[in-house]
Each structure stands twice: as C-alpha cells, then as structure tokens.
C-alpha cells in the first residue's frame, strides 16, 4: 500500500486547509494518523482516527481546530485544518496505525507512510 498525502499550500493565519490521504481500505490496519515534521524538529503526532468506532484522538496543539474524517466511498481520511497558525507550518505525513490503542501517539507503531504534504502558514 502505498499512501498519498494531499491538500497542502501556503495560507495566511487563520486560514484554512483540508488534506486527504488515500486510498485508506477500512481493513487498512487498525487505524490512520497524520503526523506533522517542521523543519529542524522531531515528527510529532497530529490526529489519528481508529476504525472501531471511529474513535479520534488529537494533539492538544491542534484540539478544536482540526478534524480528523474518513470517507469510505472515496477511501480517503480527511484532516480538516480550521484557524490556522504559523506553528503549523510543517510537512504532514499520513500513515497507518498498526499498533493497540495506547500507542496510537507513537510514530514507531505507524507504517505505510505517505510522501508527505507541505503546509506553509504565515502571519
């Protein structure tokens, strides 16, 4: 499976944006997360859903301003990226979460990585 990160750009602060990954099958692992690299730091975690339930997890950086969505029929996972911030300006990455519920943070239990996609925000 090779995943497909999309949907990046530069905007404004306050702006918003929508990525998709794709093609994500619902038998696609147990679940999806993005994770963000900005330059010069550490890849963190972003927002991750799991497919029983369709639970969702956040960052608490990005709580209440992004969404984490899938769409079976297009097999894409959305992130929906509202009021935007220039600490957001990363590469964002998507993948898929191999691993139990409590590392659902934890890159190392991701695989399938996508090539990543550029969000630039500036003030």
């Known amino acids: 499976v090779q995943l497909q990160a999309s949907g990046g750009g530069t905007v404004q602060s306050g702006d918003s944006l929508r990525l998709a990954c794709a093609p994500v099958?619902?038998?696609?692992?147990?679940?999806l997360g993005w994770f963000r690299q900005a330059p010069g730091k550490e890849r963190e975690f972003v927002a991750a859903?799991?497919?029983?339930?369709?639970?969702?997890y956040y960052d608490d950086s990005v709580k209440g301003r992004f969404t984490i969505s899938r769409d079976n029929a297009k097999k894409t996972v959305y992130l929906q990226m509202n009021s935007l911030k220039p600490e957001d300006t990363a590469v964002y990455y998507c993948?898929?979460?191999?691993?139990?519920?409590?590392?659902?943070?934890?890159?190392?239990?991701?695989?399938?990585w996508g090539q990543g996609t550029l969000v630039t925000v500036s003030s």
């Open positions: 099958d619902r038998t696609l692992r147990n679940g």
């Open positions: 993948a898929a979460h191999r691993g139990i519920l409590s590392t659902v943070r934890d890159s190392t239990s991701y695989d399938y």
């Open positions: 859903i799991r497919w029983s339930g369709l639970y969702t």
